[in-house]
């Protein structure tokens, strides 16, 4: 019960990354600011961009919950199905089947991931009105306006690095995850 607190506490506490501890020198295209504590960084984004922007990209993180959903999700699903041909899987199908959950998945949540990227880090130029960011009209607004730059295959720029990144680690986490089960439950000597 504790970690689903401390998780949401981490997400809806103003991000850490925004306040350094030590000074850090962050610039943008339009300006170049520097913050000497975390104090001087709360107080520099309270005065310039308000007191919501601490939660700029609350909402696609909230969102992106459903990202190891469906992740696990497609898993299982997999699983069952070829379980259902065979005993027993090897290392390899689980690998496989692993990396498609996770491909499923990321392809799925991308556009959220890099609306996130967007609403937490480049937000000034993409933000005329001064509307709150991370409002699901900023999540809507910033896709929409994404699509017609880039037309819809626009909103998965970038996804083979994306998949590079997080295909492998899954396809591995399953892996380890399963025989670690099996060797759990045959170390307490149950039947898988």
């Avoid at 170049?32 to 993180?61: C, M």
């Avoid at 819809?152 to 089960?181: H, N, R, S």
Wanted: with cysteine.
């Amino acid at each position: 019960m504790f970690p689903a607190f401390a998780g949401l506490a981490s997400l809806l506490l103003p991000a850490a990354p925004r306040c350094p501890a030590k000074p850090a020198s962050f610039s943008t295209a339009d300006r170049q600011s520097r913050y000497h504590q975390a104090t001087d960084a709360f107080q520099k984004i309270l005065q310039q961009e308000g007191v919501l922007s601490l939660w700029n990209g609350t909402l696609p993180s909230l969102l992106l919950v459903f990202n190891p959903a469906i992740q696990f999700m497609f898993y299982e699903g997999l699983k069952r199905q070829l379980l259902r041909q065979q005993a027993e899987l090897s290392s390899f199908q689980v690998f496989v089947i692993g990396a498609i959950a996770k491909a499923i998945a990321t392809a799925v949540t991308y556009p959220l991931q890099t609306v996130q990227s967007v609403l937490r880090f480049g937000h000034e130029r993409l933000n005329p009105d001064k509307r709150t960011l991370g409002s699901l009209f900023s999540v809507i607004s910033l896709l929409k306006q994404r699509i017609r730059r880039l037309g819809f295959l626009g909103l998965y720029k970038g996804l083979e690095a994306k998949l590079l990144q997080t295909v492998l680690t899954a396809a591995l986490m399953f892996l380890v995850y399963e025989k670690l089960t099996t060797l759990t439950f045959q170390f307490m000597a149950l039947k898988v």
